[in-house]
């Protein structure tokens, strides 16, 4: 199966900095996802991204499929953005869409 | 409101005991997975079910067991084959359909499982 790594683990700011989390990918993936989970354990959808840009508010997402990668941007951080990111990867249609390979996560923590 | 409920939140489970997690649905998907959460890691997938009485093992089934007797419901019980039970089980589920409008994968609130 894939592997996925991400990057950095652990990623400390100030409410208001920016910053980039990376997602790299083994093989070619038609399924791109991010999540974040609260600290409650809640796990959040944020982008369905096989290829290309989305934003969303205050985030945005870059995948580039050829080079087996995937960014995720938060701009003006906030205290409510603390948790940890997940980017998963996998096929796509019918339960592929769920049938997701996990990195290890990101753990943001932004201070007020 | 629509979504995902999975009971009981917290659980102790002694040695050698079977356990099962509840997982409900009722936003009318066709397709459910379990995944596993250990502390600092990623998820991995249990199993999973595309349709009624019909499930597969992800990566990791071994020691786990499920049913599919209802559309809305998937419980996994954790059997005392499982060897390193404590965890966070994560329950979710899709459309399960071949347009990219399936592709939005939504999440329980997750269940606690310690072995005591």
């Known amino acids: 199966g894939i592997q996925v790594e991400q990057s950095p683990p652990d990623l400390i700011l100030q409410e208001g900095a920016n910053s980039t989390l990376r997602c790299n990918f083994s093989d070619s993936v038609n399924n791109l996802q991010w999540f974040h989970q609260n600290p409650w354990g809640q796990l959040i959808n944020l982008f369905y991204i096989p290829s290309g840009t989305k934003q969303n508010g205050r985030l945005s997402a870059t995948t580039v499929a050829t080079e087996r990668y995937s960014l995720l941007y938060i701009s003006s951080s906030q205290t409510t953005d603390s948790g940890v990111y997940f980017c998963?990867?996998?096929?796509?249609?019918?339960?592929?869409?769920?049938?997701?390979?996990f990195g290890q996560g990101t753990i943001l923590t932004v201070h007020p | 409101d629509g979504g995902i409920t999975q009971s009981p939140k917290y659980l102790f489970r002694k040695e050698g005991q079977n356990v099962t997690l509840s997982c409900e649905q009722n936003?009318?998907?066709?397709?459910m997975y379990w995944y596993r959460q250990d502390p600092g890691q990623g998820l991995r997938l249990i199993y999973y079910?595309?349709?009624?009485?019909?499930?597969q093992k992800g990566d990791i089934a071994e020691g786990y067991s499920v049913s599919r007797e209802k559309k809305e419901s998937f419980p996994l019980t954790v059997t005392s084959a499982q060897k390193n039970p404590t965890a966070f089980y994560l329950c979710a589920s899709t459309k399960a359909t071949y347009r990219a409008s399936g592709n939005t994968i939504y999440f329980g609130e997750g269940s606690w499982l310690t072995v005591v």
């Open positions: 936003l009318n998907h066709d397709a």
């Open positions: 079910s595309q349709i009624v009485n019909d499930f």
């Open positions: 998963a990867g996998g096929g796509a249609g019918g339960t592929s869409y769920g049938k997701l390979t």
